[in-house]
């Protein structure tokens, strides 16, 4: 069941990148700052769960990591952990600086890869009053491993050759043929 809430539109900074944001003003003081896994966006990765927490009363901050979905930043859909963690320092001091917002309430959410943040994040944030990583992406290799067994080969190779190209890109700083990923 989809809830009808309100939410606004919010931009904050992260490492000179622009970063986007949902908030669901709460009615408790308390803010849970959330961002959705791997390459997923706030769309379909936070409203099911920013939705039950604003009915339980809570403000939700909703991101997308830079790269990714309304967020700034060059090459798109690029995954990097350093910078997803700082993103997530600076939702979490976006949420905190949030008018109907108490600081010491603030919480940290997230699931698969964002999940598997959570764990880095909580250590580096002790002003968070929680931290919930749901089904955390804590061990790629394992993950990774576990899921070739569902994948051809052609598409593994496929997959291994862009993640080669990728990072080679990102170390020698060329840029991305195709501007559109």
């Known amino acids: 069941m989809r809830m009808s809430m309100e939410r606004e539109k919010v931009r904050f900074l992260s490492g ?27 769309e379909p990765g936070a409203d099911p769960f920013a939705a039950r927490f604003h009915a339980a009363g809570f403000g939700v901050l909703a991101f997308d990591y830079r790269r990714f979905g309304e967020s700034g930043g060059v090459p798109r859909q690029i995954l990097d952990i350093k910078e997803q963690l700082a993103d997530w320092r600076a939702a979490i001091a976006c949420a905190a600086a949030l008018p109907e917002v108490d600081p010491a309430r ?49 598409g593994m190779l496929r997959l291994t050759v862009s993640e080669l190209a990728s990072t080679v890109r990102e170390f020698t700083r060329v840029p991305d043929p195709d501007p559109r990923r």
């Open 106 to 154: 603030v919480a940290a959410w997230g699931f698969s890869a964002s999940g598997g943040h959570i764990f880095q994040v909580a250590v580096r944030a002790p002003q968070l009053a929680a931290a919930i990583a749901q089904t955390p992406l804590a061990d790629g290799p394992v993950a990774s491993r576990r899921a070739m067994a569902y994948q051809t080969r052609w």
């Open 16 to 42: 000179g990148t622009e970063c986007a944001a949902w908030h669901y003003p709460g009615t408790n003081g308390a803010c849970v700052v959330m961002a959705p896994g791997g390459g997923v966006t706030k």
